[in-house]
């Protein structure tokens, strides 16, 4: 791994107080009543992981990561940029993680705006991400989906437009028309704050991310295909005169820590249970809604649907997974080894997963700030300082 090792920590902001008949329910996005929904628990649940965003920061995470979902109890971040702006006067250090919002579902020139104006409240800490958004988001917007990636293009067009050229001016596109471009504020990084594009591994996002060369967040995927994605996607960046820094491409881990591997699963694995099992529970019709997809593209999400949707078996799933659950030396292992093989040091980590309980996430973050993060950083400086030798 080169350069400096850096760790986010991300949080979905579920809602857990689900029915005790919820597993009755065939999908919890999209469909799932929302009725169900108790604002006072609600309340409770955003102070609660909001405090936990904050000790990330204290405990020296390098970013904190938001992100936006729609119509599920998986997540209560319809408006991530709500949650950055709330949280950028009390996060000190780390960065501002937003990813993020699908610009397709958007007016693209408010997006610019309103990201504008975050980078400029954390003083240039904003980072931004643009998914093109899951299949059920599309049941939950009025966007037809068949024409979701050219509209995510040109959407990010508009905006990089926005934060890099002097207004106003003009774009006229096959989805969006503007007269007069002329944001106010503009970002305070230049030329714009740094940019991702978030996915599932699908050739036409690889391709937009290569030839934008933005970094690249693959979601949702094994570690075979993410290593075939990885290989990928530096190919085509370098097709198009880009060289994809180790940095650029997060790899996002479950991880928890405990005092033995036996705790640490005793106490983590019924929440990854839940995450896989019930979180992410949709139907095949939501998640690949008609024209999402290639017809390439949605027999390779098929064969994944098994291992996402299916009956949950804890081994099968951490050898399919980016899952690290153990003690502080057996994450480190898997971290750095992973690390090695994806050519990246930056790891998003998924610490506060599924139902967890608000003390699990506290001694998580904490001995993983105490146990790993300054081993990984000190062991990396030591590899920089002998290289430079």
């Known amino acids: 791994m080169s350069g400096n090792i850096r760790f986010d920590f991300m949080h979905f902001m579920p809602y857990t107080h689900l029915p005790p008949n919820q597993k009755e329910f065939h999908s919890l996005w999209v469909d799932f009543p929302n009725k169900y929904f108790d604002p006072e628990k609600g309340y409770e649940l955003y102070q609660r992981y909001l405090a936990e965003l904050l000790l990330a920061d204290k405990l020296g995470f390098d970013g904190v990561v938001v992100n936006e979902h729609h119509n599920t109890a998986y997540s209560m971040m319809p408006a991530p940029n709500l949650i950055a702006a709330a949280i950028i006067p009390r996060i000190k250090n780390a960065k501002i993680c937003v990813w993020g919002t699908p610009p397709n579902l958007e007016h693209p020139n408010r997006l610019a705006e309103e990201y504008a104006m975050l980078d400029v409240m954390s003083e240039g800490r904003l980072e931004v991400a643009f998914p093109l958004g899951t299949g059920m988001e599309y049941w939950s917007n009025s966007v037809n989906p068949a024409t979701a990636r050219q509209r995510h293009r040109e959407s990010i067009d508009i905006i990089l437009q926005a934060w890099t050229q002097d207004g106003p001016t003009t774009y006229y596109g096959d989805f969006y028309t503007y007269r007069f471009l002329n944001p106010w504020p503009r970002p305070y990084q230049k030329p714009h704050p740094s940019c991702y594009i978030v996915g599932t591994g699908s050739a036409e996002t690889i391709e937009l991310a290569a030839k934008l060369g933005f970094g690249y967040r693959a979601v949702f995927v094994t570690k075979r295909r993410a290593f ?32 033995s591997k036996e705790k640490a699963e005793e106490e983590a694995v019924e929440h990854i249970r839940f995450w896989f099992e019930d979180a992410l529970r949709t139907t095949p019709t939501f998640l690949n809604p008609p024209g999402y997809v290639s017809a390439e593209e949605l027999k390779i999400r098929a064969a994944l649907a098994d291992k996402l949707h299916g009956g949950f ?32 040091n930056h790891f998003n980590i998924l610490g506060a997963i599924g139902n967890m309980p608000h003390w699990k996430v506290v001694k998580n973050i904490s001995l993983l700030a105490e146990e790993v993060l300054p081993r990984m950083r000190g062991r990396a400086a030591v590899e920089r300082r002998v290289a430079a030798e």
């Open 313 to 344: 078996n804890f081994d099968a799933i951490n050898e399919s997974f980016f899952i690290a659950v153990g003690t502080g030396d057996q994450v480190i292992e898997q971290l750095e080894q992973w690390g090695e093989q994806m050519n990246t």
């Open 228 to 259: 075939d994605l990885n290989k990928q996607l530096r190919e085509r960046a370098t097709a198009y005169g880009h060289h994809m820094r180790p940095e650029q491409l997060p790899l996002q881990v479950i991880a928890y820590v405990a005092e």
